[in-house]
Nanobody, 124 residues
Framework: QVQLVESGGGSVQAGGSLRLSCASSGRTFSSYAMGWFRQAPGKEREFAASINWSGGSTVYADPVKGRFTISRDNSKNTVYLQMNSLKPEDTAVYYC?????????????????WGQGTQVTVSS
């Protein structure tokens, strides 16, 4: 059984930074792509960032491009999301997700396993 455990969420003022971590267990972490999604209150879950199995390819949603950086450490079975220049509209629950495939992807159905989520709140 794959388990994903996020950490690193919290409250920050606009312009600040946070780093989310997601520790994976239960399957060969280095063989699959990983992603970060987010869901703001009253809105649908949306894609934020994805990284391929090796870390050599990444893709971002337009709202976070240039501010967020996804990375992974396969030796630690962990994926990260560095979030800089945070805005109030980044406020959401952030979810880590593990893909069924090796390549990056923006679509939720590509991801078979999900973490419990971590709250990020950005105040103006």
């Amino acid at each position: 059984q794959v388990q994903l455990v996020e950490s690193g969420g919290g409250s920050v003022q606009a312009g600040g930074s946070l780093r989310l971590s997601c520790a994976s267990s239960g399957r060969t972490f280095s063989s699959y792509a990983m992603g970060w999604f987010r869901q703001a209150p009253g809105k649908e879950r949306e894609f934020a960032a994805s990284i391929n199995w090796s870390g050599g390819s990444t893709v971002y949603a337009d709202p976070v491009k240039g501010r967020f950086t996804i990375s992974r450490d396969n030796s630690k079975n962990t994926v990260y999301l560095q979030m800089n220049s945070l805005k109030p509209e980044d406020t959401a629950v952030y979810y880590c997700a593990a893909s069924l495939f090796r390549s990056t992807g923006k679509a939720g159905p590509q991801y078979a396993y999900w973490g419990q989520g971590t709250q990020v709140t950005v105040s103006s």
